[in-house]
């Protein structure tokens, strides 16, 4: 594991601006990477997991989709809510405000005295 096999593709070189860390030396090249191994990676780490704790497992995926269905409740009832706020009629349709008129729409009364 630790050897060199002489493999070109599997040479360790550092990033730009840092020194050499052991990411460099396991992490796959950009060449060999395919997403098309992702599912037989997913299933494996799967398998793997059941074999260790069945129970965990269980527990960890109940706990994610709960919190998943809980997210997209607030997200519908969010839309229903802002729905709601941008249908309602406004209570009276004063005109806007303007040069010479008050947060009401009347001009300004004159001061007293």
């Given at each position: 594991m630790g050897q060199d096999s002489g493999d070109p593709r599997r040479s360790a070189t550092p990033?730009?601006?840092?020194?050499?860390?052991?990411?460099?030396?396991?992490?796959?090249?950009?060449?060999?990477?395919?997403?098309?191994?992702?599912?037989?990676?997913?299933?494996?780490?799967?398998?793997?997991?059941?074999?260790?704790?069945?129970?965990?497992?269980?527990?960890?995926?109940?706990?994610?989709?709960?919190?998943?269905?809980?997210?997209?409740l607030q997200l519908l009832v969010a839309r229903n809510v802002l729905g709601a706020v941008l249908d309602a009629d406004p209570p009276d349709a004063s005109p806007p405000i303007g040069p010479g008129t008050t947060s009401s729409g009347r001009p300004p009364s004159p001061p007293a005295g």
């Open positions: 990033a730009q601006g840092r020194g050499f860390s052991v990411y460099d030396h396991i992490r796959t090249p950009a060449s060999r990477r395919r997403l098309r191994s992702l599912p037989a990676i997913v299933a494996g780490t799967l398998r793997l997991l059941w074999e260790a704790g069945r129970r965990d497992l269980t527990v960890s995926a109940v706990a994610q989709l709960v919190s998943g269905l809980g997210i997209v």
